[in-house]
Structure formats: C-alpha cells, structure tokens
C-alpha cells in the first residue's frame, strides 16, 4: 500500500529515533526534509492523549508508555495516517485513526 503525502513525525517520534544516532546531526541528515515533515504537537493532541488514563486504569502494562498515546492522539488531531507495528492498541484507543501495520 502505497502512502500519500509527507511521511510526518513529532517531537515524540524524533526523540524514540534518537537512540538509533550517534548525534542530533546524523539524526536530522537521515531526516530528510524532502521525506519527513516535521510537525508540533497541537494542544488537541494533549487531550486525545488523555486515553492513557483510560489504559492504565483497566489494567494496561507500563510497556505502552504515554509518548506512544501522544503520538495516537497526534494522528487522530490532525487526520493522519499512523504507521505502527501495534495495531491493536492504537485501534483500540483511537478507532478514528487510519491504520497501515507492516506484515
């Protein structure tokens, strides 16, 4: 499947890719600006987040930490596709958002 758009990330996911790095510059040339769009995080997103609450509360592990719900919260804000390996989870608590789950 073929994506449309800008492949998009936030302050979350760039710091999750940090650790991959040796430096911020190595991380930001591998961040092609013609590929990745840099994107803040709306204050919306902040709301939506608040599912981890939810999570938490019916027994969820501290494995899914409140970054991944940021980043849930973030796609449903803005209408984004997300790209995730855990399909279930962000289906779960953000049923608005478009899905792709690489096999």
Same mark, same amino acid.
């Given at each position: 499947?073929?994506?449309?758009?800008? !492949?998009? !990330?936030?302050?979350?996911?760039?710091?999750? +890719?940090? /650790?991959?790095?040796?430096?911020?510059?190595?991380? %930001?040339? @591998?961040?092609?600006?013609?590929?990745? =769009?840099?994107? /803040?995080?709306?204050?919306?997103?902040? @709301?939506?987040?608040?599912?981890?609450?939810? $999570?938490?509360?019916?027994?969820?592990? =501290? *494995?899914?930490? +409140?970054? %991944?719900? $940021? !980043?849930?919260?973030?796609?449903?804000?803005?209408?984004?596709?997300?790209? *995730?390996? %855990? /399909?279930?989870? $962000?289906? *779960?608590?953000? /049923? =608005?958002?478009?899905?792709?789950?690489?096999?």
């Amino acid at each position: 499947m073929a994506l449309e758009g800008p !492949i998009c !990330i936030n302050p979350i996911i760039y710091a999750e +890719l940090a /650790p991959a790095f040796s430096s911020a510059r190595e991380l %930001d040339r @591998w961040l092609a600006p013609e590929v990745f =769009k840099r994107l /803040p995080l709306p204050y919306s997103a902040g @709301w939506l987040a608040a599912a981890f609450l939810k $999570y938490r509360r019916s027994g969820g592990v =501290k *494995t899914s930490p +409140l970054p %991944d719900f $940021y !980043i849930g919260a973030h796609a449903e804000a803005e209408g984004l596709v997300l790209v *995730t390996r %855990d /399909p279930v989870r $962000y289906g *779960t608590y953000f /049923p =608005k958002v478009r899905l792709v789950a690489p096999e």
